[in-house]
């Protein structure tokens, strides 16, 4: 199984380029050796030489362009690998948002109910001031004048019951 991969992927691919190359550099050796024999005029030398850098720059071209797409692939797999994390991350964190949201308006709710029963208590603390304060101040205009004449009279009742 791991040969069939092996046989399928890029560096397979610049692998048999480079065999295929090899052998026609093989080929062509051969060739310039029964060249070699005859003779070789210059002409023929150099186009020779052109033809074969051009296959040479077309295989390197070649086992450069698949190992590229090779590299490629790696990269988009492990960027897929990246988002779908991404994306469980996202997802945990706006789960996490919606429970901060949820408990603060839970807080919210409990501070409005809290300010309404402090509320309240100022108005009934306010209320009882108010009413200590009336209290005060009827019993300064009304009663504390009839207990004084109250006392008033105690005190001659007193004085009468000792002369008598």
Known sequence: MADDKKKKGPAFASRQALDSLSATVERLRSDLGRLGADTVTTTALESTTKRLSGELRQALTDASRADIQGRFAS???????????????????????????ADV????????????????????????????????????RHIAPKLSE?????????????QL
């Open 75 to 101: 990269v988009e797999q492990e960027l897929a690998l990246l988002r779908e994390t991404r994306q469980v991350q996202v997802d945990h964190l706006q789960g996490l948002l919606e429970q901060v949201r």
């Open 105 to 140: 308006s839970t807080y919210q709710q409990q501070l409005a109910e809290l300010d309404a029963r402090t509320a309240d208590e100022r108005i009934r603390t306010a209320v009882e001031e108010q009413g200590a304060k009336r209290a005060d101040d009827a019993f300064q």
């Open 150 to 162: 109250l006392e008033d009279a105690y005190d001659e009742a007193d004085d009468r019951l000792a």
